[in-house]
């Protein structure tokens, strides 16, 4: 590396630094009052309900750009600011948003022509938006968001999870950045210096705000669900992978170990347990081990019990998206330093299998046979409707499980991420409406059909 090398790295770094350091109130977008947030996102969807799907579209390649360009810091700012996932999958979970959200392409027009004239619904927008985001991805729902929302021709009012506020923030100003370079407005995205519930709820009964897109835990769904306004609900799961005995076993142990490690376990869709048929339990036991995974004693499980779940029967939110180790070595256990995730036996009502961890640690729950399986998947995923994986070569077993467990994803004989289009056909998102039945959100979702009709004429047959 020679000198002029050195001096562009650190040229970079000090641009970074600054980038990630700004104070709150001067990013672009970001306001002292929720009122003001939301009446300039209202100015900028004025503007915005009168460009051409080109222009939009040239925003969004802008955000597409600018999300790649600054994925690593993004990544470091999300990892930094909760203390959860890790940097390297957070930078890829960014580059798959950024190349695989749906834009203006999924806005479509559907057509009747015939001897009475034309008629056609056309997907138009709400106007402005409002986003409650999670701690989880934080950065990667508001850019994935602001794709589709924007694509639909809506603006956005954010209320970001106040655990990641600066990353949320630098997000915003980046949706904001684009719009400007294509010689939009600012303010397509917004939000406020200090998100909190007092905020959320001022977005909720805003009357400009017609729907509402929470994507977090089951508490923030159905408050949205309640607020009188139409809400997508992306809410809680706790994905069963399950196991039958004609899948390729050693196969099914790698995918299982790479679904749930990634971004140490944060994906709503990641694998939280496995429901392993009898049979073949103890060779996919063998090959989960060959594949990183550590297996806890009785003693060890029970301290680590207590230690993830609080008495009051909380998650402990220093444990969520924390990598194995880090979490072996919280109950005073070194273990080799290739271990990725934590497996143990038990019974499905056991706290660590029943609860959504969001951390790498996978109890297998046995099965008599496959009806036994889905019956144990489906109590485990306690009705979320969200995510449920199966490794099974049996089309029979995969079609029950499916009609049994009737989840808004199912990804067969793959990581859990696949779904999400990485190393899978189909898009991105990271808001999966999975309580209110839309499933995988992308531009569409935040549309409203309209019925366009001319009546007996412009049919040219
Ligand atoms: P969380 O529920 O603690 O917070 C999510 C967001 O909701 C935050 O912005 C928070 O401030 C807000 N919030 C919480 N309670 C609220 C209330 N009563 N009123 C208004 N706002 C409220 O979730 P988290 O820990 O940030 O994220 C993890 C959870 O989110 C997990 O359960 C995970 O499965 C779920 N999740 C779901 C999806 C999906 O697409 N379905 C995606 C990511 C995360």
Known sequence: MNENDIKAIVAQVIANMQLSDTPAEKRLGIFEDM?????????????????????????????????IENAELLARMGVEETGMGNVGDKILKHKLLA??????EDITTRVWSGDRGLTLIEMGPFGVIGAITPTTNPSETILCNSIGMI??????????????????????ELVNRASMEAGGPCNVATSVVKPTLDTSKIMMSHKAIQLIAATGGPGVVTTVLSSGRRGIGAGAGNPPALVDDTADIPKAARDIVNGCTFDNNLPCIAEKEIVAVESIADE?????????????????????AQTVITPKGALNRKCVGRDAKTLMRMIGVEVPSNVRCIIFEGEKEHPLIATELMMPILGIVRAKDIDDAIEKAVWLEHGNRHSAHIHSKNIDNITKYGKAIDTAILVKNAPSYAALGFGGEGYCTFTIASRTGEGLTSAQTFTKRRHCIMSDSLCIR
């Open 35 to 67: 009122n003001d947030a939301i009446a300039a996102a209202i100015e900028a969807q004025k503007v915005m309900q009168k460009m051409p799907m080109d222009f939009r579209e040239k925003i969004i390649s802008n955000i597409r750009r600018l999300t």
């Open 99 to 104: 190349e695989k959200t749906p834009g203006t």
């Open 151 to 172: 694509a639909g021709g809506n603006t956005v009012v954010f209320n970001p999870h106040p655990a990641a506020i600066k990353t949320s923030q630098f997000a915003i």
């Open 284 to 304: 996919l036991k063998h090959h989960l081990l060959e594949n990183g995974c550590y297996e806890a004693t009785p003693e060890q499980i029970e301290k680590l």
